[in-house]
Nanobody, 126 residues
Framework: QVQLVESGGGLVQAGGSLRLSCAASGSILSIKTVNWYRRSPGKSRELVASITSGGSTTYADSVKGRFTISKDNNKKTAYLEMNSLKPEDTGVYYC????????????????????WGQGTQVTVSS
């Protein structure tokens, strides 16, 4: 009943830009924090950026100054604007919500913890 769907990935040359979107669907009441993770070839999963319900943001050192996380509460969508992309930014990018409060048609208000999207591939060529 709740889904997180990423989009916006693709192939881009080094120095280029991409904008990822994470659209939440379902009868969502609130999301505490939205995170963007990535898994690059040969590396462990990395937390790239986070945005809290209050709008506070944090970034991995590797993307500071290049990536911007934002959200549109009305559209239930979070974004990751990626500029000055480097080949090492290549990977599958995942949207994650740590806590989602939503309405289940049968059970009423429920909370989903550590909810993930399916991921979107970003490839940066040199």
């Amino acid at each position: 009943q709740v889904q997180l769907v990423e989009s916006g990935g693709g192939l881009v040359q080094a120095g280029g830009s991409l904008r990822l979107s994470c659209a939440a669907s379902g009868s969502i009441l609130s999301i505490k924090t939205v995170n963007w993770y990535r898994r690059s070839p040969g590396k462990s999963r990395e937390l790239v950026a986070s945005i809290t319900s209050g709008g506070s943001t944090t970034y991995a050192d590797s993307v500071k100054g290049r990536f911007t996380i934002s959200k549109d509460n009305n559209k239930k969508t979070a974004y990751l604007e990626m500029n000055s992309l480097k080949p090492e930014d290549t990977g599958v990018y995942y949207c994650n919500a740590d806590r989602i409060l939503f309405i289940d048609q049968e059970m009423g208000a429920r909370e989903a913890i550590d909810y993930w999207g399916q991921g979107t591939q970003v490839t940066v060529s040199s």
